[in-house]
């Protein structure tokens, strides 16, 4: 009877020792890709601003309007 019980107890660790991995590696991934997402941001960021700063500057406010209007839709 201790033998089984020996058993089963080192089967429960095994189980939890690969639980415990998978949900390590499941956050880790996670990690990853909200990592990835801000990178993508500050790189629109980036660009919105340049394409800002090399805009032509008129004191027409229409034209402003139109280049808001038809910037990069990831960049709004």
Do not use: C, F
Not at 12 to 38: D, F, N
Not at 50 to 74: I, K, Q, S
């Amino acid at each position: 009877m201790e033998g089984l019980i020996s058993i089963l107890g080192a089967i429960g660790t095994a189980i939890a020792a690969v639980l415990v991995a998978y949900l390590r590696g499941k956050s880790k991934g996670k990690a990853q890709q909200v990592q990835a997402e801000r990178q993508r941001q500050t790189q629109s960021y980036i660009n919105t601003r340049e394409n800002a700063d090399a805009a032509d500057v008129t004191g027409n406010a229409h034209a402003g309007r139109e280049w808001l209007r038809n910037r990069d839709p990831d960049q709004r």
